[in-house]
């Protein structure tokens, strides 16, 4: 246990653990609460194009993923801004463009489909200082405008239209919003792949609301079961010899359903879960 | 209340195309200072669009909307605005307590990356103990019913502190005694000088309050004056299919 800490590659693999950990949920609560849990999804996609770009141009594919990926986001934004023209259809496009596009540039790179398996699924342990420098900078930003923001944030994604009359400028949140999510989901990468990480910007949400009433602590609860599961992954992983991303994922999804059946406990102990006890007490 | 002289609401010749079709012909609506309008019509006929042009949420093709004397392009104070908007449910995907909800009322008064304050807590408190939530303050809204998700977005209007309040269909699903209440708040506030432009299908316990409706068929306003049998009948008999009234006339027609 204590002599995972050894190893240079692990103790990178777990500080990267800690910033997608913390990250993903903190932007993924607002996801959620649009009911946009799939856009994450949708993303990742996107940035596979992003990195076989990277490779294709030999720049590093961590930041031209960063970079594709929050086009894509504002693509997206804007599509779903206009709410016509089948924003549905669009978006399919857009995340079956990604994923073409991103396996057609690293096959014209020289790259084959399964030298792509290390960003779809994650490859936690080739995580290089300049990867950690990057992860660490952008998931201290997401978090920290995840948190900061969150008044504004919240009443963006719980009613857009109020949120607009009370002069909040939805057009610029919201984008910020997607824009954060592309970073996040490209951070992710290395730790649980393009293609699970939108697992660790739902699933800890999902786990978390099954015990809180507010949106704060939903929102803080998230965030430490992501980082509790990227943490407990990263090291499981390493005892039981898989691969991290699909542990991370493994365990998050465990969390959820230890926590909704504990939820169903709590509730039943509740009464005043009771949404018509109002009407009960007046009659 | 001496800034409220001026009108809060001004629309004058306001029309509305949705998808290329006319919604609003050349619509008039003024709410002046500490007076309660209420906005009425048969179904499509507008009433919706009317509120939501006139707060800026759908763009006019015609005409001109001022909000307390400003063009609304360049209205930018939204502290004087609350709003209602028609909804059947005030939760999204997260749950959200009743507290967390109402406080998004006082994001026109807040600053970025500043903590609220006791003004706005207190706002916050006086607005769901007016709608008679007091004891569902921490409650998460997904429990709540139908009718207290309808108060929880009205107290968030009154949180505002607003003087002008636009209300689309606030009391839809509101139990009786629960609209009584709603009308004696609202009555206390227009005493205090707000303004009040209030979307209904049915008048009920408000009735009294008000001092002017404003009836719309069709997108074109039939009526503009005080509340009588006759508007409140023809804001309800009518179910039209949206298309405009005709006069057909039989034989060749009056032109050669």
Redesign the interface.
């Given at each position: 246990m204590i002599d995972l800490l050894d190893y240079d590659f692990m103790r990178r693999a777990l500080l990267a653990a800690v910033f997608t950990g913390l990250s993903a949920p903190a932007i993924g609560?607002y996801l959620?609460?649009?009911?946009l849990?799939l856009l994450g999804d949708g993303l990742g996609h996107v940035a596979l194009t992003g990195v076989a770009l990277g490779l294709l141009t030999g720049i590093a594919p961590l930041p031209t993923a960063v970079v594709v990926a929050t086009l894509g986001a504002l693509l997206i934004e804007f599509l779903r801004s206009r709410g016509r023209t089948s924003g549905d259809v669009a978006l399919a496009m857009l995340f079956y463009g990604g994923i073409a596009g991103g396996v057609l540039l690293a096959g014209l790179a020289g790259e084959s489909a399964a030298g792509l398996n290390k960003f779809l699924f994650g490859s936690i342990t080739t995580v290089s200082n300049g990867d950690l420098v990057l992860v660490g900078v952008l998931g201290a930003v997401v978090v920290a405008l995840s948190v900061?923001?969150r008044?504004?944030l919240?009443?963006v994604?719980?009613?857009e239209?109020?949120?607009?009359?009370?002069?909040?400028p939805v057009w610029l949140l919201s984008s910020l919003i997607s824009i954060l999510a592309a970073i996040t989901i490209t951070l992710a990468m290395r730790t649980v792949g393009l293609l699970l990480v939108s697992a660790l910007m739902v699933v800890p949400?999902a786990a978390s609301?099954q015990v809180?009433?507010?949106?704060?602590a939903?929102?803080l609860a998230a965030m430490g079961i992501g980082l509790a599961v990227a943490l407990g992954g990263v090291v499981s992983s390493y005892e039981i010899e898989t691969q991290p991303g699909p542990t991370i994922v493994i365990l998050a999804i465990t969390v959820f359903g230890v926590m909704a059946g504990v939820g169903a406990f709590l509730r039943r102990l509740r009464p005043?879960?009771d949404?018509?006890l109002?009407?009960r007490r007046?009659t | 209340m001496s800034t409220s002289e001026v009108d809060p609401l001004v629309a004058s010749g306001v029309s509305v195309a949705l998808d290329g079709r006319l919604v609003l012909h050349d619509v008039d609506l003024t709410v002046r200072a500490g007076e309660f309008v209420v906005l009425l019509g048969a179904n499509g006929s507008g009433k919706s669009t009317l509120v939501?042009a006139a707060?800026?949420?759908v763009p006019i093709i015609g005409g001109t909307v001022r909000l307390f004397g400003t063009p609304l392009a360049s209205f930018?104070e939204?502290t004087r605005?609350g709003?209602v908007?028609q909804?059947t449910s005030?939760a999204?995907?997260?749950?959200?307590?009743v507290?967390?909800?109402v406080?998004?009322?006082r994001?026109?008064r807040?600053h970025?990356?500043r903590r609220?304050t006791a003004a706005d807590l207190s706002a916050v408190e006086e607005a769901i103990d007016r709608v008679?939530l007091g004891?569902?303050r921490?409650?998460?809204v997904n429990?709540?019913?139908g009718g207290?998700q309808q108060r929880v977005l009205i107290a968030?209007a009154l949180a505002?502190e607003a003087d002008l309040l636009v209300m689309d269909e606030p009391t839809a699903g509101v139990?009786h005694?629960q609209q009584i209440t709603l009308a004696s708040v609202l009555g206390d506030l227009v005493a205090a000088g707000t303004s009040v432009l209030l979307v209904a299908h049915e008048l009920g316990p408000m009735q009294p309050l008000i001092d002017r409706a404003v009836v719309l068929d069709v997108g074109r306003v039939v009526h503009d004056g005080p509340v009588d049998e006759h508007t409140l009948s023809h804001a309800h008999s009518h179910q039209h299919t949206g298309a405009p009234p005709r006069t057909h006339v039989s034989g060749d027609g009056v032109w050669p």
């Open positions: 609560t959620v609460q649009r009911r849990s900061g923001l008044p504004q919240f009443a994604c719980q009613d239209e109020h949120a607009r009359v009370s002069g909040v949400v609301q809180t009433r507010s949106f704060r939903t929102h005043q879960a949404p018509h109002d009407m007046e | 939501r707060v800026g949420l930018d939204h605005l709003y908007p909804r005030a999204a995907g997260v749950p959200a307590t507290q967390e909800v406080m998004s009322g994001l026109a807040r970025v990356f609220r008679g004891d569902r921490d409650s998460s429990e709540l019913s207290q968030r505002t139990d005694d």
